[in-house]
């Protein structure tokens, strides 16, 4: 039972440059979130789903773009990157509200 | 939208003694209130949680207070270890809505030895 897994890890983007990150998780949560981490931030709520099919923006949606085609997977996309968007992303997944369940982390810059 | 304040953002206390976190929310509709521990490069992972029907709740050295009509809950680690030392972040959320988690910006806690 892997529970949530995010990938990639690391990654290190030019600006302007496009990518996405992979969130899966093997629970049957129907909750999956996007947060970013920025020192004496906090976490900050990107975009979240409450289902297949659904997405909604959180706290900080500009510049991102999501997509849930699967229940277990939850797709993060950075159309053109910018140093501002350098952050640490966790992807986390919940029953309803309940208790989330948080990946490893992936450690992104841009540069 | 729900907003969560955290106090204090940075907490020492010596090692054996109790220390306490608070955070207070705006939304009423909010009824579960989880916390969070996040060690150094890990990733945060839930300790303890607390519906609104309930006032308190105690899982060993942890408790977690609640109170509704000022809109604050609290957690409470008693009899300190080194181990304790972490980030913590409080989260309000209300239930059966299709709402989401908001977070406080979290408490650094360092145990002194």
């Known amino acids: 039972n892997a529970g949530v897994t995010q990938t990639p890890k690391f990654r290190v983007l030019k600006t302007g440059q496009s990518m996405t990150l992979l969130c899966a998780q093997d629970?049957?949560?129907?909750?999956m979130y996007w947060y970013r981490q920025d020192p004496g931030m906090g976490l900050r709520l990107i975009h979240y789903s409450v289902g297949e099919g659904t997405t909604a923006k959180g706290e900080v949606p500009d510049g991102y773009n999501v997509s849930r085609l699967k229940k277990q997977n939850f797709l993060l996309g950075l159309e053109s990157a910018a140093p501002s968007q350098t952050s640490v992303y966790f992807c986390?997944?919940?029953?309803?509200?309940?208790?989330?369940?948080f990946g490893q982390g992936t450690r992104l810059t841009v540069v | 939208g729900e907003n969560v304040e955290q106090h204090p953002s940075t907490l020492s206390v010596q090692e054996g003694d109790s220390a306490v976190i608070k955070c207070t929310y705006s939304?009423?509709?909010?009824?579960?209130f989880p916390w969070y521990k996040q060690e150094l490069g890990k990733r945060p992972q839930l300790i303890i949680d607390i519906r609104s029907n309930v006032g308190e709740k105690k899982d060993q050295r942890i408790a977690v207070t609640l109170n509704k009509t000022a809109k604050h809950f609290s957690l409470h680690i008693t009899e300190t270890q080194p181990e304790d030392s972490a980030v913590y972040f409080c989260a309000a959320t209300p239930m059966n809505r299709d709402d989401k988690i908001i977070f406080g910006k979290g408490t650094r806690l360092h145990i002194l030895p």
């Open positions: 629970m049957n949560h129907e909750y």
């Open positions: 986390a997944s919940s029953f309803l509200e309940f208790g989330a369940f």
């Open positions: 939304d009423s509709a909010s009824n579960y």
